[in-house]
């Protein structure tokens, strides 16, 4: 049996916003040359409170009880998605991803769960929290061509509102990695306002 896995922490998206994120995936994908951009999988979409990467079995305990603790402290909110970006920037993009706007409630929960996991041992992030959606990621490869057509897809497909996320649990998943893709797994699932129900 495996010591480590690979780990995070987020927040589900639901599968009819799946659904319409995937069409805008394939919207994009039509104007973009083939093997420029790694897409991500409908069912893979997700919002990322916190990259564990590699975690030991023994420690999978103490992240569901702070998942457990955190969660207790929330009621259930709602995030809107909407509006395409990419990181760095729209003209050197290595992920082209969906805006998330955050409402207090998540911006503090990511806070939280950032501050107990460092504690904890975990690597403290060196980027500000920014929340989104990954839709794809730039292929290393690619040509000064690539990235102007990126930029232009960006500039030319002005995406507004999506959809309105329902938000009541914290879930940790374990990551596998696959010839064929990343698969999921959610390991545990803590609801808001005290009521949890754990996945195994």
């Known amino acids: 049996m495996k010591q480590v896995i690979r780990a995070f922490i987020a927040i589900e998206i639901p599968p009819a916003t799946q659904q319409k994120l995937a069409e805008i995936i394939q919207t994009l994908q039509k104007s973009i040359s ?7 999988k409908a069912e893979n979409i997700h919002l990322t409170l916190k990259f564990l990467g590699d975690v030991s079995i023994a420690n999978i305990h103490f992240l569901e ?5 955190e969660s207790a402290k929330f009621k259930p909110f709602e995030m809107s998605i909407g509006e395409l970006g990419a990181f760095p920037n729209p003209k050197r993009a290595r992920v ?3 805006h998330v706007a955050a409402p207090q409630e998540l911006l503090i929960l990511q806070r ?5 996991t460092v504690h904890l041992g975990y690597s403290a992030e060196d980027r500000p929290f920014t929340p989104h959606l990954t839709l794809g990621r730039v292929n290393r490869n690619v040509t000064i061509e690539n990235l102007n057509q990126i930029t232009q897809v960006i ?3 002005p995406i507004g509102f ?3 996320v329902q938000v009541n649990a914290l879930k940790l998943y374990q990551s596998e990695l696959k010839p064929s893709g990343s698969i999921y ?12 129900n754990p996945k195994r």
């Open 34 to 40: 083939p093997n420029t951009i790694r897409w991500v």
């Open 65 to 69: 009880e702070i998942l457990l603790t």
């Open 96 to 98: 082209l991803w969906v």
């Open 112 to 116: 939280e769960i950032e501050a107990q």
């Open 155 to 157: 500039q030319q497909n």
């Open 162 to 164: 999506i959809d309105v």
């Open 185 to 196: 797994t959610c390991l545990y699932s803590a609801g808001f306002n005290s009521f949890f």
